[in-house]
């Protein structure tokens, strides 16, 4: 997949993909419909953002994305995107009247041949652009464009990035993963943390959380991808998302500890699937329940991924 992070400069080979368009938060399966629906007109494109739009105009509500850019491309990339323009939302975008954003974007940046948007799309200043006006403007400039129409479940829910993060924070990551059509996943580096884990026998290895919307707190059955250096592959492991309640006051992360592991993974970035819900944090009466709490977290979770 070849990745432009701008509109301007875009070699002429990359010019006239069929593009999917939005935000893109989760790659779930409404978003999927978008990009389904664009593959067919097309060399198959996505136009994305980053920051997301919401994280520019409001940079201090709390964290909400369920994905970064990276794991966010990683999936783009499994669902067999060839071109990625992954566009810089700043005050420039922010500002652009709807019919600049078509000419100077679209048509004279990026020479799409077609469009594919969500039906509540909108775009440009003040979102004054919608679905009907970029079809105005796509019959001028001569590229096609198509609305998916919103996917529901079959409870009759529809299927959006806000009903997937309710699940996550109430513990629910499978029901999360229906409506996604994959794993939640929680993607980045392994950082250096206390070491807490190697010694009480569980190393873990860490990873930041820092502006995703947080799932509901506690210990998690996790299927693990290693992405990079020499031991990359999938593992099996157990994590706990949370703030550690034994050692104190701490901001929350992501400590993985992968069953069956031996070896050094500081650096390297990780991929990891919240696939049930365990239990909360808990702080136990002293560190021998603690370990034994964790030899019980490690057994139920190799039970649940040996099913999965």
């Known amino acids: ?42 060399p198959l494109g ?17 964290a ?25 939302f700043d005050a420039e975008l922010a500002a652009m009247e709807p019919e600049t954003f078509v000419r100077a974007v679209l048509v004279e940046g990026l020479g799409v041949s ?20 970029l079809q105005a403007l796509g019959a001028r400039h001569g590229f096609g464009v198509s609305v998916a129409e919103l996917l529901e479940t079959e409870g009759g829910v529809e299927v959006s990035s806000t009903a997937i993060r309710t699940a996550l924070a109430e513990g629910r990551p499978r029901d999360a993963a229906a409506m996604l059509g994959h794993w939640h996943r929680i993607e980045g580096a392994v950082r250096h943390g206390d070491k807490r884990g190697r ?18 707190l506690g210990v998690y059955a996790v299927l693990v991808d290693i992405l990079t250096g020499p031991q990359a592959g999938p593992r099996w492991g157990a994590a706990s998302l949370g703030v550690r309640p034994m050692f104190g006051e701490n901001a929350p992360n992501l400590e993985v500890h992968l069953l069956d592991f ?22 136990f009466d002293g560190l ?16 649940i991924l040996a099913d999965v």
């Open 64 to 88: 909400f994305r369920l994905m970064n850019a990276e794991a966010r491309g990683h999936r783009f990339e499994k669902l067999g995107v060839e071109r990625l323009f992954e566009l810089p």
């Open 288 to 303: 021998d329940a603690l370990v034994a709490q964790m030899g019980a977290d490690c057994a139920r979770a190799r039970a």
């Open 199 to 216: 010694d009480l026998g569980f190393p873990t290895a860490n990873m930041g959380v820092e502006g995703l919307h947080l799932p509901r």
């Open 1 to 42: 997949m070849q990745t432009f992070t701008h509109w301007q400069g875009v070699p002429v080979a990359a010019r006239g993909a069929s593009v999917a368009m939005g935000n893109f938060d989760g790659v779930h399966l409404g978003h999927r419909r978008v990009i389904d629906t664009a593959r067919a007109q097309g």
């Open 114 to 133: 077609h469009v594919t948007v969500g039906a509540d799309f909108r775009f440009g200043k003040g979102r004054a652009g919608t679905v009907t006006l």
């Open 46 to 62: 996505v136009v994305t953002f980053e920051p997301h739009p919401r994280a520019f105009f409001a940079p201090d509500a709390p």
């Open 262 to 283: 031996e070896g050094d993974l500081y650096g390297q970035h990780l991929s990891v699937a919240l696939v049930d819900y365990l239990r909360p944090e808990m702080k």
